[in-house]
């Protein structure tokens, strides 16, 4: 079974540009997340879709981050501006059901802002 | 609200010598729990899960914790830690009755092990 694909793995942008991350999570699950790690830090949820609607999105900082997940499989995550504090590792993960876990994770991206 | 705390942030051992990383939670409903690791510059793996079956939850790499809710923790142990045990790990929560199964992270231990 494949697992959670994320890309790219690595991006370095400056303060100010924008920054598009994306996840096909493991086929067939329902719930997808985004988490924001920052370094020495628990990964913090930033939006859970089930299918292509938002479950939870009460973290995200809707000012300059946005996600998607049009038809219920892949999805993007936005950042527009970036700031300095947006440097962190973004995982995405999936899970079958939302209500009992656990969440399959992908590699993560790894962004500096600079 | 549901909520992790890890007791210690970095916990040191010997190879060969037990491991106890210390999870307690809150949660106002029947909660699911997680013990997840992280290699460096790896992703987040799932180590066990306890979701209201046995309380004694064996996982892999010969982990396993035990949830007790009168005292509400889920601790991890490991009988004899190995030199490939060292990285981040993170208990995680989740409420059943929640309607949207938000997974809540502790702030992660580092476990170190020396040889």
Redesign the interface.
Known sequence: EA??AQSPRYKIIEKRQSVAFWCNPISGHA?L?W?QQIL??????LI?FQNNGV??DSQLPKDRFSAERLKGVDSTLKIQPAKLEDSAVY?C?S?P????????????TRLTVV | AQSVTQLDSHVSVSEGTPVLLRCNYSSSYSP?L?W?VQHPN?????LL?Y?SAATLVKGINGFEAEFKKSETSFHLTKPSAHMSDAAEY?C?V?E?S???????????TTLQVKP
Do not use: E, H, M, W
């Open positions: 697992g959670v719930t997340y988490y020495g830090q628990g990964p913090k949820l859970q479950v939870d995982l993960a899970s059901r939302r209500d009992r876990g656990p969440a399959f994770f992908g590699q993560g | 699911s997680f997840y790896k992703g987040l793996q799932l899960k979701t993170f995680v989740s059943v929640s309607n949207t199964g938000k997974l809540i992270f502790g702030q992660g």
